[in-house]
């Protein structure tokens, strides 16, 4: 399974960005599809995930301004992030896996796929 993100760039604060990440290859045990960042020096942190049938989960602090979505038919995962902030300056990592447990979806250790990341970078 290859990923590949795109979408990220540099934006005000206050701005909106949608990132995209396309699967490919052998993506037909794909189920659990995520969002992760990680900003210089920090660890990766999860940022949103979805199921094939569309559950979503998010951390505790961010819901509402990030929202995860997919269309299974093109293989794709969505993250739309509104109401951006400096502290959002990060990369942003799609990752992918088979059929995760909610809490499971928070650790990045269990993804088995990763994209190579698109700098995402909030002005002040």
């Known amino acids: 399974v290859q990923l590949q993100a795109s979408g990220g760039g540099l934006v005000q604060a206050g701005g909106s960005l949608k990132l995209s990440c396309a699967a490919s290859?052998?993506?037909?045990?794909?189920?659990?599809m995520g969002w992760y960042r990680q900003a210089p020096g920090q660890q990766r942190e999860f940022v949103a995930s979805?199921?094939?049938?569309?559950?979503?989960n998010y951390p505790y602090n961010r819901k509402g301004r990030f929202t995860i979505s997919r269309d299974n038919d093109k293989n794709m995962v969505y993250l739309q992030m509104v109401s951006l902030k400096p502290e959002d300056t990060a990369v942003y990592y799609c990752?992918?896996?088979?059929?995760?447990?909610?809490?499971?979806?928070?650790?990045?250790?269990?993804?088995?796929?990763w994209g190579q990341g698109t700098q995402v970078t909030v002005s002040s």
């Open positions: 290859g052998d993506t037909l045990d794909i189920n659990t």
């Open positions: 990752a992918a896996d088979g059929r995760l447990i909610l809490s499971s979806q928070r650790h990045a250790g269990a993804y088995d796929y």
């Open positions: 979805i199921s094939k049938d569309g559950l979503t």
